[in-house]
């Protein structure tokens, strides 16, 4: 069985198993292959035995996807001093990840880290502010209040933060206004109103918006058009007024789109 799954890599390096349950002696032999640059191991079983051995003994993958699986805060623990991975994915957890396990995210080489369907509040927030190596964090789909969001905004190293589907008002997204750095911006399925919609138009430093299904009405979306060439925003389902251009969705492009990295494309597994 081991020989048919290591013909599964890619000349990349990448290795997709999800949905394959394997037991911990399987696991180990993934674990050790150093062809293996990016790990995905969606609904497999893996729990913190076997993390905890990735971690001590796996140097090379640099991409792990762990969505649904049984990690918690006992292999987490191991991040700060064992991990080189730099992106990270450990949403849908049974247990769910907690605030707790938050502060364990240090390690320098982690620079996107998706959190989403969790058990963070705003403890956990603060935690994950002061890691300032991450570039892109995804914490939708947890128990986070305006009071945790707004850690975020003094934050000088995030480009993307996704916080869709929070207990999130318009209060949350005042300050974010002042923030230089954030490029890729996810408020989806919140009480964002108008407000915060004429608050985020101040951001210059944005490129992608999502307001899907908030409470942003015409007022707000007016209010995004001064966002500079370049920006999307996506507002569907909250816009009354079919006429206008930006209704649903609206593109101002100049010039030729840039290449960005793995952690900001738009279309990256996370």
């Known amino acids: 069985m081991i020989e048919e799954i290591f013909a599964q890599i890619t000349p990349e390096g990448r290795l997709s198993l999800g949905g394959v349950q394997m ?8 674990a050790l292959n150093e062809d293996i640059k990016d790990l995905q191991l969606n609904g497999c079983g893996i729990n913190d035995e076997d993390f905890i051995f990735f971690l ?5 993958v640099k991409r792990l996807d762990l969505d649904e699986n049984d990690i918690t805060i006992e292999s987490i623990r191991y ?22 396990c938050c502060q364990y995210f240090t390690n320098p080489h982690l620079k996107a880290l998706s959190l989403s369907t969790g058990a ?18 995804y914490l939708s789909d947890n128990n986070i209040t305006d009071v945790g969001a707004d850690y975020f905004a003094d934050n000088k190293t995030l480009e993307k933060l996704v916080l869709g589907n929070n207990r999130l008002t318009s209060l949350s997204v005042k300050r974010f206004s002042e923030n230089s750095t954030l490029t890729d911006l996810s408020l989806g399925q919140t009480k964002i109103e108008d407000e915060g919609a004429i608050a985020l138009s101040q951001m210059q430093s944005l490129r992608f918006l999502n307001l899907n299904f908030s409470q942003v009405s015409n007022v707000g979306a ?4 001064s966002l500079p060439a370049g920006e ?9 007024n079919k006429e206008l251009l930006f ?10 789109p840039e290449k960005l990295p793995d952690y900001m494309n738009r279309d990256y597994r996370f």
Not at 89 to 100: A, G, K, M
Not at 124 to 135: A, I, P, R, V
Not at 247 to 256: D, I, P, Y
């Open 56 to 60: 001590l003994n796996n140097k090379t």
């Open 79 to 100: 991040i700060p001093e064992h991990s080189v991975l730099e992106m990270l994915v450990l949403s849908n957890q049974y247990p769910q990840v907690t605030s707790e």
């Open 232 to 240: 999307i925003v996506e507002i569907d389902g909250t816009i009354s």
């Open 120 to 137: 963070i509040d705003d403890e956990g927030c603060f935690y994950l502010s002061q890691h300032k190596n991450l570039k892109a964090l």
């Open 23 to 30: 037991g911990h002696e399987l696991f180990k032999q993934i």
């Open 222 to 225: 007016i209010a995004l058009q």
């Open 247 to 256: 209704s649903r969705k609206f593109l101002k492009l100049k010039g030729k």
